[in-house]
C-alpha cells in the first residue's frame, strides 16, 4: 500500500502537551506525577531548547487528569486540586494579590466551545468595587474583572485584539484565559484540565483564533486553563486501531489462561498489557495498515476522510451537562484562588 | 400641604427627547411630524443653545411611535420606517458605506435591559470577510463589526473602557448603540424607537454606565437607537394622576350629554378631550394635591415612595416576547441600510 | 365626584390571603403568627362558613413574608422556614412518605410567569428508580415524578387535562403545585411565600388556568406554593396614593417636632405612625379623592386606566434574577422535606 | 484471530430505514425513489412478512437525503419536500383536517435530544381556539395541540405514560411524534429526515423511552418523524474502515492513470469507485481484520470499545446550529400541511 499513497508531510494539531508527549514518544523531559485520591497531576517544564521538538511554546504545563465530575464530591475534589495547581502557578510568577483580568475564549452559541464564556459568568468579580472611591473593599479579595470577546465570525473582530483593547486601557497585571480545546486522544475528551503559563497558540482550540494570545505580544503574563472538548473522527478511528492491537494482544496472551473463561470477555479491561504484537503479528491481523507507524496511520486515515467530507469534529452527546460542570469547577477553583476570603467564611 | 414638605430641587431623569418635550413645555421647537400608515415620525433639532434648556445633547432625535408589533405585517411597516430614518440619519452624516461598529449596551441576564445584546446577535457581520486576502466581498456589503460590552458589575470593566479600547484597535468610521432606557411615561414603554446622533447621555439608560459614549470622547460620529422598557413607580402614580384629571373633565363635559348614557364608560377614550379642569375644580376632586404642579407631583411622590423602598422600576409582564420582536426589528432595520444587498435578493 | 363615576359592582381579584384579609377588614379570623429571625409566618385557617365572606375557598393558608433572598445566607433561612411550614402541612395531612407529583404551572418563556417550571427543573425525581425492578432505592427518599404542563396558548390543551391526564395513569397519592402570582399590594411582590391546601382557584394566578386544580377535582389533595411576581398599575396607585396619606399624616404630627428636622427626611420611614389622617384633613388635602373608601378608589382607578389600556400588569425589572432565586428556595424546600436522607448527608 | 473473538449473537441498534437495508443487503424490497433538485426521497413499505426479516415494524417509511440546509434557499427546498411527504401520508392516511395532537420527545435541556421539543416550541396550535365558544375559527386550520413530555430521568414518568393520560382527555385523532435518533451511519447525521407510520420501537432513539409510542398501544395513528442527530464510535470507526477499502481500491484502479496524477488527490472522491477489492488484496493491506464481513466488524469493535468505556456516542460539534435549522425546517414542514391558510397568506 505504501507506494500508492502519498504520505504528505503533514504535522497533527495537538493541543495538549500530554498528548504530544504521548505522540513524540519524546524522552529526556521530566514530568513530575502527583496523585490526590483517583485525580493524577503531571507538571512538565518545557524549556526553550525541547521547544521546537514538541512543536509546543516553552513553559510551564500542569495537566490534571480526573473521571468523573458528575458527583458533588468527586467535583469537589477536582476543585481542590485545580485550585492548589493555579495557586502554586500564580505563587511562582508571583501574580499573587495582583490584577487579573479573566477572558473566556470561544462561542456561547456552541456548546462544545462554551466552557470560556460560561466560566466567566460564574467569576466573582470585582475591578469596579476596587474603583469606588466610597468603597473600602475587604481583605482576601483581588482585583478581578472578567470578559469574554465572543467570536471572530460573530463579531468581526479577532479575540486578541478586542483583549488588546481592553488590556490598553484597563491595565491588568495579568490575564487568565479559558478555552475549550480539540483532542488529539479518544481518553482526554472532557477528563482534562490543563494549565499552562506559555500562553495558547495560535490555531489552536476550537475556536480558530488566528492571533496569539500570549506574554510576547500582550506584554504581561497569560495563564491558559484548557479543556478538550471536542476530537475528530481520524483520531477517534487511530486510537481504536491501537486498542484493537492491544486486545488482539491480549487475546494471544491469554488464550490458554483458565482464569480468562471464568471472566465475562466484556469486562476485561485490556488495556495494562504489556505486551505487544510484534510485526509479524501486526501483519497477519492487520495486514499492510499494521506495517503504519502511528503518524502514519493518522496520515492515511486523514486521507480518507478528508476528502469526502467525513473527518467530523465531535462531542460526546452529553455535552450540555459535561460543560456546566467543568464551568463551575474551573471558576471555582479561580475564585477561591484569587478571593482567600471565600475559603474564611465557608 | 405645601409648607409641610420639603420640596428639594430635584430634575426628572428623562432619557427620550419626546418626554423632556412633553415635560418641560417649551415653546419655538421645531418639530418635523411625519405619519407612515399609523406609525408617528418626529424629527427634532436641538441646538447648542436649547440644549441647557432642555437639559438635553445638542443634536438630531428622531422619535417613531407604534403601536402593535406582535402582528408580522405591523413589525414590518416598523423595519421600513426605522430602517429609512436610520438612512437619512448616516447620509445626513455622510457615514453610508463607511466602517461602523455596532455596540450592544446593556445586561444580556436581566430581560428588560438585553435588547441591546439581543439586537447584536442578529447583525450581519462582514469585517471578518473584508480583512480575509482571498476573499473579495461583493458589493452591497458595509463593512460591520458587533460587540455586546456587558455590564459593569459583570466583568469590572466599564462599557465605556471596552468599546474605547476596541475603538483603538479596530478603528471604525463610526458606531450605531442600541440601548435599553427608562421612559418618563407609561405611554412609551416599548411603544418608542428613538434614534440620535447626540450619544448617549452618562447615567442615563437602565444599564447604569458612567461614563459618555458619544462622538466627543470616541471621536467618532456615535448614533444611538434606545427604546424605552422600564418606568418606575413614581412615573406610573404621576400618569395615573393626570389621567384621572382628563377622565374627570370628560365626566363633567358629558355629564348630560344623552349620546353618553349610550355607550359603555369603560369604552370612552376620553384621552383627547380639550377641556381641562379649572383651579377650583382641581382643588374641588384633588384638594391640595390638586393645586401642585406636575414636577411637584413628581417630586413628591418619589418623597413618599423613595424612602420606604417601594419606588420600584417595573416593566411589563410580556417583556420577554417585546423584546424579542424589538431586537429584530432593530437588527433587520440596521440589516437593511448597511447591507444593500439584502434588499436586492428578497 | 362621586355622581359623574358609575361605580360597578366589581370584585377586586387577589390570589393572596393575606392581601384579602387586609383588604376586607375582616374580624374574628385567628391568625397564628410566627417569627424566624426577620421572617414572619402568618397561618390562617378558613372554615367553610368564612369561605364566602373572604371569596376564597377553604382551607390551610401559610403565608411567609422575608426581605432579602440575594444574600446566601438570607436565602438559607427562607429555606428553613418554607421547608418547615412545608412539613407541618403534610404531616397534619398525613402525606408524608406518600407518592407525590409536583406541578410547575406557567408560562417557562415568560420569565414573571416561569416560577413553575424553573423550580420543577430542580426537583430531585426518584419515581423512575422506584419504578425499576433491578433498584432498591435506599431510605429517606420518597416516589417523587414532575411535572410543567406548559400554557393553555401553547399547547392548546389545559394545565388541568394535562395533570389529570397523568394522574390518571401514574396515580400520585398527592400534588404540590407552584405558582407565580399576581399581588394586589405593591409590598408583597417577590416578597411572599404562600402555601395552601386549598387548591388553586379557577382565573387566578397569571397564567390563566381556567379548570380549578383542586381535590375535589383531582379526587386527591393539593398543596399549592405560590409567589406574587406581578401587580397591575391600579394597585401601584391605590398603594401609592394610601402611603401619600401616611406620609402626610407623619409630616403633620413632626411638623414641630425639633428631631424631625436633624434627620433627613428622605430616611424617614412613615409607615409605623398610628396616627392617621381624619375626614376634614383627607377632603383638605386630596378633595373628594380622599373621601372614597379603598376599594372604592380601585374600582375608579381602573375605570381610568383600563379603557386606555394602561392599566399594565408589571414586574420589577430584576424579576430575572429573583425568580432565579425563589426558585431555588422552593426547589430545595420541597427537596429538604420530602428527601430526608438530604438532609442527613448534608 | 477469528477463534480468540468470541463473536456473541449480537443485533445491531438501528433506527432508521435507509440504514437497516444497507446492512442487511436485503433483495425484493420495493424501493421508490425520486429527486427534488440535489434532495433524495426513498420511499419504502415495509409488509408484515418482511418486518421480522428487517427487525422493523410493518408500515410505510419515507426517508429525505439533504446535504444542506445552513443556506436559506436549501433549507425551504428541504421544507417544501417534508410538508409534500407528509402531506401524502395523511392523505393516504385520510388524517387531512383531523385533530392532531405533535409530541416533541426528547431532552430539551440536552443539545443533540432537543429537536423534539424544539420543533413544537415552532408549532402553530389552535386547539384552544376551536375549544373557544365564542371564536369562529376561520377555514384553512387544523385542530392542533402540541406537547413535550420531558424524559424518564427528569419527570420521573414514561413518555408514554404521559401521552397516553393527554390523549385519554384530549382524544386527538392521531399523533405526529418528533425525534431524535441514532444513526448507524456517519454519513447520515443531521442529512436524513425520516417519516414513518410505523410507530417508533421501544428502547430507540436516543431518549430511552421504553414504551412503544405507537398506533397500536394508543389505538390512534402515530406518524414518526425522525432525524438522526449522534453516532457511536463503533460507527464511526466501522464506516471508516469500509472507506479506506473504497480508497484503496480507487488507488489500485488508478495508480497507472495520467490523469490522476494531475488531480489533487485530497480531492478525489473516490466513493463512486465500481472496483472492490478481492479477497486476496483485503487480507494484503488489512490483514485478518479484512476477512471479516461488516456484521463481524462492528461487533469486532463493540468488544474493543466498549468494555474499556470508550464507545462514545458523540454529535458533530455545530450541533447547536444544525439542531436549530432542523427544528426550523419540520416545525415549518407540519405547519405548512395542517394550516392551509398559511400557504394562501404567504
Not at 89 to 111: D, H, P, Q, W
Request: hydrophobic share 40%; net charge negative.
Amino acid at each position: 500500500m505504501g507506494h500508492e499513497i502519498n504520505l504528505t508531510n503533514f504535522t497533527v494539531r495537538c493541543d495538549l502537551i500530554s498528548e504530544t508527549i504521548d505522540n513524540k514518544e519524546i524522552k529526556d523531559i521530566n514530568i513530575e506525577t502527583k496523585k490526590y485520591k483517583d485525580i493524577r497531576i503531571e507538571r512538565l517544564n518545557v524549556k526553550e531548547d525541547k521547544s521546537k521538538v514538541l512543536n509546543k511554546k516553552a513553559g510551564i504545563y500542569t495537566t490534571i487528569f480526573f473521571n468523573d465530575i458528575t458527583d458533588y464530591e468527586n467535583r469537589n475534589d477536582v476543585i481542590t486540586v485545580v485550585a492548589k495547581e493555579l495557586y502554586e502557578i500564580l505563587k511562582r510568577k508571583a501574580l499573587l494579590g495582583k490584577k487579573v483580568l479573566i477572558v473566556g475564549l470561544g462561542n456561547e452559541l456552541s456548546t462544545p466551545d462554551s466552557l470560556g464564556p460560561k466560566t466567566v459568568k460564574n467569576i466573582i468579580v470585582t475591578r469596579h468595587l476596587f474603583n469606588m472611591e466610597e468603597i473600602e473593599v475587604e481583605e482576601g479579595y483581588s482585583n478581578v474583572s472578567a470578559f469574554s470577546p465572543g467570536v471572530y465570525a460573530a463579531t468581526g473582530i479577532e479575540s486578541f485584539d478586542i483583549i488588546k483593547g481592553i488590556v490598553d486601557v484597563t491595565k491588568p497585571d495579568y490575564i487568565i484565559a479559558i478555552d475549550a480545546l480539540a483532542s488529539s486522544s479518544i481518553e482526554n475528551v472532557n477528563k482534562i484540565i490543563q494549565i499552562t503559563d506559555s500562553g495558547i497558540e495560535p490555531g489552536s482550540g476550537i475556536g480558530n483564533n488566528r492571533k496569539e494570545l500570549s506574554a510576547k505580544l500582550l506584554s504581561i503574563p497569560v495563564i491558559v486553563i484548557g479543556v478538550p472538548t471536542v476530537v475528530d473522527a481520524v483520531t477517534i478511528v487511530n486510537d481504536t486501531i491501537s486498542f484493537l492491537v492491544k486486545k488482539i494482544s491480549y487475546n494471544i496472551m491469554n488464550i490458554d489462561n483458565p482464569k480468562c473463561k471464568l471472566i465475562n470477555p466484556k469486562n476485561h479491561n485490556y488495556l495494562n498489557i504489556n505486551y505487544s504484537l510484534d510485526s509479524q503479528e501486526r501483519k497477519k491481523y492487520l495486514g499492510l495498515l499494521g506495517e503504519l507507524k502511528e503518524h502514519e496511520i493518522k496520515e492515511l486515515l486523514s486521507e480518507v476522510l478528508t476528502p469526502i467530507g467525513y473527518n467530523f469534529i465531535v462531542t460526546p452527546k452529553e455535552v450540555d451537562f459535561l460543560i456546566d460542570k467543568l464551568a463551575i469547577i474551573i471558576s471555582k477553583s479561580i475564585n477561591n484562588v484569587l478571593h482567600d476570603a471565600i475559603n474564611k467564611n465557608n
